[in-house]
């Protein structure tokens, strides 16, 4: 960002500040010391924080009306002149507060010089923050919530699809991607009540704290905390301007679901592969290679896995920020911005992707069965079947160990064995062990809250929907 204004005008305003410091700042000072590349973003609450002062500074009898009107009038035409792009943002007025302030006083005169009564820049970042997190939770929590629901439905339809269940990424036992899908979605409604618990701690007003102690104004801090829409006020001025934990609480919630989508991701790169074949993805969230023609690449669900190192790096950056800070405000809290928007944006995005990727997947139900039935993923089941007829359940461990030994020997599948071969060791088998043995006599037999039933499947389903009302 440039600065377009002549020298000598530059540093008249620059007076703003000036204070007791004699020389003027240093010009690389001033760069280094700027946040107004990054922090504009926050025009709109800062001005919405700035119309509600103003009329809180008149309700309590500090300006009069007509200052507070004009005042209120010029902060409207700031934001016209933002939005249309006509505002001249100046690095030597340092972050979006001050060139605001100055542009108020440009426009309106000497009651613009007013409006930073009772208040300090510590008091309306801290405010602006929390003001532009509440409204991106709201709408990242609106996105979540409609992933949610095309989860839902694609776990509808795969209800009682048999796939194979992995532990250390080898077949382990048969489950429906139906409850597979509904994994994911327990995570995520998960994440969605994080953000949620998040917005209510963000949702307390800083302004009145000033800079550190409060202001000698008498501020109607309640008047202001409800006009600008927070439940309530900061119950402490000197925490109110100085922590970020709300950022903080956010940035983790953040990681926490970029980290579950890379694990889902990562699955659905795993299962477009050749190697899978479990799902076919939409050409249109796929690229092509530039050199082999016959490529057809994951990079959306790569891309989201790789982009979860951000998030991740995000919380860190701001966690470290945050340590062994001193009370009150430090000048380190302008770095706060750059790693919330962009876990922010890094979140948002994501969401989109995969509010866009996930109803178009196609499952391919053959190939899952086919695959459900190998890895002796029904060994289990046997093993179940002998503690029914009264095995102690290690004894039958190792009596299917056995049967398995064989199998591999013999390069076949459990339920491809005779009657008198799996009962080499046991009299206890019987015919009734080949529906035990499929995959799809496998799912139906864990019928409980949370097992991998096709019915108990649609119940989970169905107790989701009504739980989170999608
Ligand atoms: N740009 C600053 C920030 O982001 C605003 C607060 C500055 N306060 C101060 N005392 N220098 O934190």
Same mark, same amino acid.
């Given at each position: 960002?440039?600065?377009?204004?002549?020298?000598?005008?530059?540093?008249?305003?620059?007076?703003?500040?000036?204070?007791?410091?004699?020389?003027?700042?240093?010009?690389?000072?001033?760069?280094?010391?700027?946040?107004?590349?990054?922090?504009?973003?926050?025009?709109?609450?800062?001005?919405?924080?700035?119309?509600?002062?103003?009329?809180?500074?008149?309700?309590?009898?500090?300006?009069?009306?007509?200052?507070?009107?004009?005042?209120?009038?010029?902060?409207?035409?700031?934001?016209?002149?933002?939005?249309?792009?006509?505002?001249?943002?100046?690095?030597?007025?340092?972050?979006?507060?001050?060139?605001?302030?100055?542009?108020?006083?440009?426009?309106?005169?000497?009651?613009?010089?007013?409006?930073?009564?009772?208040?300090?820049?510590?008091?309306?970042?801290?405010?602006?923050?929390?003001?532009?997190?509440?409204?991106?939770?709201?709408?990242?929590?609106?996105?979540?919530?409609?992933?949610?629901?095309?989860?839902?439905?694609?776990?509808?339809?795969?209800?009682?699809?048999?796939?194979?269940?992995?532990?250390?990424?080898?077949?382990?036992?048969?489950?429906?991607?139906?409850?597979?899908?509904?994994?994911?979605?327990?995570?995520?409604?998960?994440?969605?009540?994080?953000?949620?618990?998040?917005?209510?701690?963000?949702?307390?007003?800083?302004?009145?704290?000033?800079?550190?102690?409060?202001?000698?104004?008498?501020?109607?801090?309640?008047?202001?905390?409800?006009?600008?829409?927070?439940?309530g006020v900061c119950d402490n001025s000197l925490d109110a301007v100085s922590d970020r934990d709300f950022a903080i609480e956010f940035c983790s919630a953040a990681a926490i679901t970029m980290t579950?989508?890379?694990?889902?991701?990562?699955?659905?790169?795993?299962?477009?592969?050749?190697?899978?074949?479990?799902?076919?993805?939409?050409?249109?969230?796929?690229?092509?290679?530039?050199?082999?023609?016959?490529?057809?690449?994951?990079?959306?669900?790569?891309?989201?896995?790789?982009?979860?190192?951000?998030?991740n790096g995000n919380l860190i950056s701001l966690l470290t920020l945050m340590k062994s800070q001193p009370l009150a405000y430090n000048k380190d809290n302008q770095e706060d911005k750059e790693p919330?928007?962009?876990?922010?944006?890094?979140?948002?995005?994501?969401?989109?992707?995969?509010?866009?990727?996930?109803?178009?997947?196609?499952?391919?139900?053959?190939?899952?069965?086919?695959?459900?039935? #190998?890895?002796? /993923?029904?060994? $289990? =089941? +046997?093993?179940?079947?002998?503690?029914?007829?009264? !095995?102690?359940?290690?004894?039958?461990?190792?009596?299917?160990?056995?049967?398995?030994?064989?199998?591999?020997?013999?390069?076949?599948?459990?339920?491809?064995?005779?009657? #008198?071969?799996? /009962?080499?060791? $046991? =009299? +206890?088998?019987?015919?009734?062990?080949?529906?035990? !043995?499929?995959?799809?006599?496998?799912?139906?037999?864990?019928?409980?809250?949370?097992?991998?039933?096709?019915?108990?499947?649609?119940?989970?389903?169905?107790?989701?929907?009504?739980?989170? /009302?999608?």
């Amino acid at each position: 960002m440039k600065d377009e204004k002549t020298p000598d005008a530059a540093e008249s305003e620059r007076a703003l500040i000036q204070g007791r410091l004699k020389d003027s700042t240093d010009t690389f000072v001033q760069e280094f010391t700027a946040s107004v590349d990054f922090d504009k973003r926050l025009f709109e609450q800062d001005i919405t924080n700035s119309i509600v002062q103003a009329k809180m500074l008149s309700e309590t009898g500090v300006i009069t009306q007509e200052e507070a009107g004009s005042m209120v009038k010029g902060l409207e035409k700031i934001r016209e002149e933002v939005l249309r792009g006509e505002f001249n943002w100046r690095v030597d007025l340092e972050d979006v507060h001050m060139n605001i302030e100055n542009r108020l006083t440009e426009l309106i005169g000497e009651a613009g010089k007013k409006v930073h009564t009772g208040r300090s820049r510590n008091d309306q970042i801290a405010t602006d923050l929390r003001l532009f997190l509440i409204v991106e939770i709201d709408q990242i929590t609106s996105k979540i919530r409609q992933l949610l629901r095309e989860i839902a439905k694609l776990a509808e339809e795969n209800a009682a699809t048999v796939m194979p269940g992995f532990t250390h990424l080898q077949v382990a036992q048969p489950i429906t991607f139906g409850h597979h899908l509904m994994a994911w979605f327990s995570m995520l409604e998960r994440d969605l009540g994080r953000l949620m618990d998040c917005k209510k701690r963000t949702s307390f007003s800083p302004m009145g704290s000033a800079a550190l102690a409060g202001s000698t104004f008498h501020p109607d801090r309640d008047f202001s905390a409800e006009k600008m829409g927070f439940q309530g006020v900061c119950d402490n001025s000197l925490d109110a301007v100085s922590d970020r934990d709300f950022a903080i609480e956010f940035c983790s919630a953040a990681a926490i679901t970029m980290t579950h989508f890379s694990r889902w991701c990562e699955e659905l790169i795993l299962w477009s592969s050749d190697q899978f074949d479990f799902v076919e993805l939409p050409d249109r969230f796929c690229t092509g290679s530039s050199i082999m023609p016959q490529k057809k690449n994951p990079d959306v669900p790569e891309l989201i896995r790789g982009k979860t190192g951000r998030t991740n790096g995000n919380l860190i950056s701001l966690l470290t920020l945050m340590k062994s800070q001193p009370l009150a405000y430090n000048k380190d809290n302008q770095e706060d911005k750059e790693p919330l928007f962009d876990s922010v944006d890094t979140l948002s995005n994501c969401v989109d992707a995969l509010n866009g990727l996930i109803p178009n997947i196609a499952a391919k139900p053959t190939n899952m069965r086919q695959a459900a039935e #190998s890895g002796f /993923s029904t060994a $289990t =089941d +046997l093993a179940d079947y002998l503690v029914k007829k009264g !095995l102690p359940f290690r004894t039958a461990h190792d009596l299917v160990g056995r049967i398995v030994k064989r199998a591999i020997t013999t390069n076949r599948r459990l339920d491809e064995m005779s009657i #008198s071969e799996l /009962s080499a060791d $046991t =009299d +206890l088998i019987g015919d009734d062990i080949y529906s035990v !043995l499929t995959p799809e006599g496998s799912v139906a037999s864990r019928d409980h809250h949370g097992g991998t039933a096709p019915q108990q499947v649609r119940n989970a389903i169905k107790e989701a929907r009504d739980r989170l /009302s999608l």
